[in-house]
C-alpha cells in the first residue's frame, strides 16, 4: 500500500577518544592521539524503512457453480509494506587505544487494517476485513575498535546479537447468497498465516568515513553481517461454512512448523557528511549526514499450509487458503543525520 520513498531522520551524539583535529573539518580519528582516557559514545536514530516481506499469503474464494464465476478477498485488503519509523539506540565507551564496547537496540513495529464491505460481482453481499503486521528488532552487544587505513576512519566491532522477526496476514469474510424464495444462504470464512524467527548469534560490523575533494565533506558508509541461531516458526490456519435455515456445516484445517534454523542478517548504508569542528568543545565535531540504507533478513526454515472447503451441492462453494514459508524481508529506506563528537 502506497509506496513512497521519503527521507529519513537520524540524531547521533557522541564521544570520542581524545585527538588533535588538524583544521575545522577533520573527522578525528586519523589525527595524533593524546593517550590516556576513556570516551563515550551514544547514538539515536529515527530510521525510515520499507519493509517486503515474503511467503506469507490468505485468500477466500467464493465460485458460483451456476454461473462459472469466481470472487475472491485476500491479504491485499491491508497492507503493512508501508515506509514506518524505527527507533535505533547505542551507547558506548571507547579508549583512547582504539579499543571499546557497544551496545545497540533497534526496533521496527507497525500494522494495517482494511475492509471491503461487499461485491456484487456474483449478485450477493460480500464483506470481509483483513489485518496484515510486520515487527523486526535487534540487540547487540560488541567490542570495537577505531583505527586508519589509507586516510579512512574505521571503526570495527564484533559481537554478539539477538534478532527476531515477526510478520502474517488473518483476513475473516461472510458472504450472503441470496437463494431466493426469501432463503438465503451464508459462508462465512477466515484465514490467518504467521512467520517468526526468533535467535541469537554473532554479529560483525565495519564503518568507513573519509574527506572528499572538498575538505568538509565526507563519504561514509557501514555494512553489517549477523548469523543468529533459534526458533523457526511458520503456522497458519483456516475456516470455512455454510449455514441455512435447513441446516449448516463447516471445516476447520491448521498447521505448525516449530522447528530449529538459522538466519542471515545483512545490513548497508552508504551517504555524505558534512563535518565542521567545534572550537567550544576540546577535540569535538559537528556533522550532517544524509544517506541510503538496506536491510535484508533471509532464513529458509519452516514451513505450513492450509486449505478448508465448504458450500452447497450445485449451488456454490467456498475454498479458504493459508501459506507460510520461511521468514524472509528486505527493507529499505533513506536518512538524513545530525550529530557531535567529542
Keep these: 500500500m502506497r509506496s513512497r520513498w521519503i527521507l529519513n531522520l537520524i540524531v547521533v551524539v557522541g564521544l570520542s577518544p581524545v585527538t588533535v583535529l588538524a583544521s575545522t573539518c577533520d573527522t578525528a580519528c586519523c589525527g595524533p592521539a593524546k593517550c590516556g582516557s576513556w570516551g563515550a559514545r551514544i547514538g539515536v536514530e529515527a530510521t525510515f524503512l520499507k519493509p517486503d516481506f515474503k511467503d506469507s499469503d490468505v485468500s477466500y474464494l467464493i465460485d458460483d457453480l451456476g454461473l462459472g464465476a469466481l470472487d475472491e478477498v485476500n491479504g491485499g485488503l491491508a497492507d503493512a509494506e508501508y515506509l514506518g519509523v524505527a527507533p535505533r539506540l547505542s551507547m558506548g565507551l571507547v579508549h583512547c587505544s582504539g ?41 547487540d552487544l560488541e567490542a570495537t575498535r577505531d583505527f586508519c587505513v589509507r586516510g579512512w576512519d574505521m571503526i570495527g566491532s564484533f559481537g554478539a546479537r539477538h534478532a527476531a522477526i515477526e510478520y502474517g496476514q488473518s483476513a475473516t469474510v461472510n458472504s450472503i447468497f441470496d437463494l431466493g424464495g426469501g432463503t438465503f444462504l451464508t459462508l462465512p470464512g477466515n484465514t490467518s498465516s504467521l512467520n517468526r524467527f526468533d535467535g541469537t548469534g554473532l554479529t560483525l560490523g565495519l564503518s568507513g568515513t573519509r574527506q572528499v575533494r572538498y575538505r568538509c565533506l565526507n563519504v561514509f558508509w557501514n555494512v553489517r553481517g549477523s548469523v543468529v541461531w533459534g526458533d523457526a516458526r511458520a503456522a497458519v490456519q483456516t475456516y470455512a461454512g455454510t449455514g441455512t435455515p435447513a441446516g449448516s456445516a463447516f471445516s476447520i ?78 527493507l529499505i529506506g533513506f536518512t538524513i543525520g545530525t550529530g557531535i563528537e567529542f
Design 99 to 139: 579499543w571499546g564496547m557497544r551496545g545497540r537496540f533497534w526496533q521496527l513495529d507497525q500494522s494495517d487494517h482494511g475492509a471491503q464491505l461487499f461485491d456484487p460481482v456474483l449478485g450477493e453481499n460480500l464483506g470481509g476485513s483483513a489485518v496484515s503486521s510486520f515487527e523486526a528488532y535487534t540487540i
Design 253 to 330: 484445517n491448521g498447521a505448525i512448523d516449530d522447528t530449529d534454523g538459522d538466519m542471515f542478517i545483512g545490513e548497508a548504508q552508504v551517504g555524505f557528511e558534512l563535518s565542521h569542528r567545534l572550537n567550544c568543545l576540546p577535540y569535538g565535531r559537528a556533522f550532517v549526514r544524509c544517506a541510503a540504507e538496506y536491510q535484508g533478513w533471509n532464513s529458509d526454515d519452516g514451513f505450513a499450509a492450509a486449505t478448508s472447503f465448504a458450500g452447497v451441492a450445485g449451488i456454490t462453494r467456498t475454498q479458504v487458503i493459508a501459506r507460510a514459508a520461511g521468514a524472509e524481508a528486505n
